[in-house]
């Protein structure tokens, strides 16, 4: 049976401790803590039975501890701020100052509340931080981008591709883009019409180009569209993409793909591309398995290039 109940706001706990009479020691209710989105609780007793996780979960608290009379003469008793593991109940017992008899108030102010994970490691509070913070603002950022995109909001740029128009921001493409910063500064027919082509890519291409630029991105549209991304990455001078690409480019080489993807990496200087390129034909033995392709590469390809497939040959 509990002594006293306890009263919880944000991250404040208070009891009200109506008699203290002769006893050594006062039991609490429990008060519950949400520890993230999913509301998953953890109980937690005060004052002689302890703020406790478990055993696998211990919890590291920090907090201060304010007790006062309620009395005419109001006397206060503010704690040094305490860190503490908390195991057992008796790691969370709080000593009182004899002299705060029959009516006084205990408040104990929690800082933060740290979960140790199950597999070891660093504890994590179970309060927002200001990474969880900068992930929740970085998502509503990318939803408002999501829309400003697709509903055209306050768009102030006309995109020609080759078969079909969008609208977009220059501020969006300006400062992910050095080229295209430069053209809307310099450009003085781009400035005056709002207007850029790119008809060396496809309205859905384009789109999918667009969308990276917003951070709006789909996976299977990054995909689909790779080459033309890649194309778009280096000239409008996007490292990002342009690294992104050569990195997915790099994950399904096989016989069918490998000499296009080996001109791509020659054209657009990919060396970690061209590299991967050459290995899959000579040091796995592919080169035998596109020996009817291989000659057309090599009617079309260019001269050092060539050479250096030569140079690879003669090391294998």
């Not at 017992?93 to 009516?103: A, K, N, Q, R």
Request: charged share 25%; glycine share 4%.
């Amino acid at each position: 049976m509990v002594d006293s109940k306890v009263v919880t706001i944000a991250r404040l706990a208070q009891w009200r401790i109506e008699n203290f009479g002769p006893c050594s020691y006062k039991k609490s209710d429990p008060f519950k803590a949400l520890v993230n989105r999913e509301e998953q609780a953890l109980v937690y007793s005060f004052v002689s039975r302890a703020i406790t996780g478990s055993k696998e979960h211990p919890t590291i608290a920090r907090f201060i501890l304010r007790v006062s009379n309620t009395g005419s003469s109001r006397k206060f008793y503010i704690s040094p701020v305490h860190e503490r593991l908390l195991r057992t109940c008796d790691d969370f017992v709080w000593p009182v100052d004899s002299t705060f008899l029959g009516h006084f108030i205990i408040d104990v102010e929690f800082l933060d509340l740290k979960i140790s994970p199950l597999n070891g490691g660093e504890a994590n509070s179970i309060w927002p931080c200001n990474g969880k913070l900068q992930s929740v603002a970085a998502q509503s950022c990318l939803q408002c981008l999501a829309r400003m995109l697709d509903e055209t909001i306050h768009a102030d740029l006309t995109v020609n591709t080759a078969d079909g128009t969008l609208r977009a921001h220059k501020a969006i493409l300006s400062s992910s883009s050095p080229v295209f910063q430069s053209i809307f500064h310099d450009n003085l027919k781009e400035k005056e019409s709002s207007t850029i082509h790119i008809e060396d890519m496809s309205l859905e291409a384009c789109m999918a180009f667009l969308s990276y630029l917003y951070g709006t991105i789909k996976q299977e549209d990054f995909w689909k569209h790779r080459l033309s991304l890649l194309g778009a990455a280096n000239k409008y001078d996007i490292a990002g993409l342009k690294d992104t690409c050569e990195e997915s480019l790099m994950e399904d080489l096989n016989s069918e793909n490998v000499l296009e993807r080996l001109q791509e990496a020659w054209l657009y200087r990919l060396n970690k591309l061209k590299k991967g390129c050459l290995m899959y034909l000579f040091d796995f033995g592919k080169i035998y398995d596109v020996r009817n392709e291989i000659n057309n590469l090599f009617r079309h390809a260019d001269r050092e290039l060539m050479v250096e497939m030569f140079q690879e040959m003669l090391i294998v």
